[in-house]
């Protein structure tokens, strides 16, 4: 009875001390992991960009939009601001803002202009602003303003060129334009009256014409054998 006893007693103890092992170890890697992710949430809030104002604007094609934000430096470190703003294809930055720097502490606002090219298609674009440390990239931080592009539908029909004065009998070409001034494509279809109900002829009569494109148009126009000379309106 007393080995019987002795041996429980030792396997007992041996139990605790594994047990107390396994949350050593738990309790460690906890701590490990906890430290990483202070560290990062340092890293992260050491730096803050934020856009002023609303986070979804609005805009037509062929503007300019300038947009405002501000950056503070949280670190304990002065550091050299370099910012970069990703645009959508087509789009331009009007006024450039380099690299800056900042104290421990401080903040500064900042504008930037961006043109809206007149091909912008409708919907919504984000522009994306990353400010990050000069020789530390890992230090950054980076803000998002969504920009809604209207729909803009607008057409026009314009005389290229047609002879002044033609000989009666003798046919006559006028050429003129069709230009497709919004930012999405636009089917046309012509239809010619002439005031003395000529034959006239059009090439093309229907098609389709992308943003910011012009097609040509020709027109034919027979003319009748009279005695006396006429105006013709097409």
Do not use: C, M
Request: proline share 7%.
């Amino acid at each position: 009875e007393g080995a019987y006893r002795r041996r429980y007693v030792s396997v007992v103890s041996l139990g605790r001390a594994v047990l107390g092992g396994l949350l050593l170890l738990v309790l460690t890697v906890r701590s490990e992991l906890g430290a990483r992710s202070a560290r990062a949430h340092a890293r992260g809030a050491s730096l803050q960009v934020r856009f002023l104002g609303p986070d979804r604007i609005g805009t037509e094609p062929r503007r300019v939009i300038t947009l405002g934000f501000r950056v503070e430096n949280r670190n304990g470190v002065a550091r050299k601001l370099e910012p970069t703003l990703d645009l959508p294809s087509g789009w331009r930055v009007l006024s450039q803002t380099p690299a800056f720097s900042l104290n421990p502490g401080e903040s500064t606002l900042r504008l930037i202009s961006v043109s809206v090219p007149a091909r912008a298609s409708p919907g919504d674009e984000p522009l994306r602003l990353q400010v990050a440390a000069a020789g530390e990239p890992s230090l950054r931080d980076e803000a998002v303003v969504t920009v809604r592009v209207s729909q803009v539908q607008e057409a026009r029909l314009r005389t290229v060129r047609a002879p002044g004065q033609v000989s009666a009998g003798a046919p006559y070409k006028a050429i003129y334009s069709f230009t497709n001034s919004g930012n999405e494509p636009v089917q046309f279809s012509l239809r010619a009256e002439s005031d003395r109900s000529l034959p006239v002829e059009i090439s093309p009569k229907s098609g389709n014409v992308g943003p910011q494109e012009t097609r040509r148009i020709r027109a034919t126009v027979k003319t009748e054998v009279v005695p006396d000379a006429f105006e013709h309106r097409l």
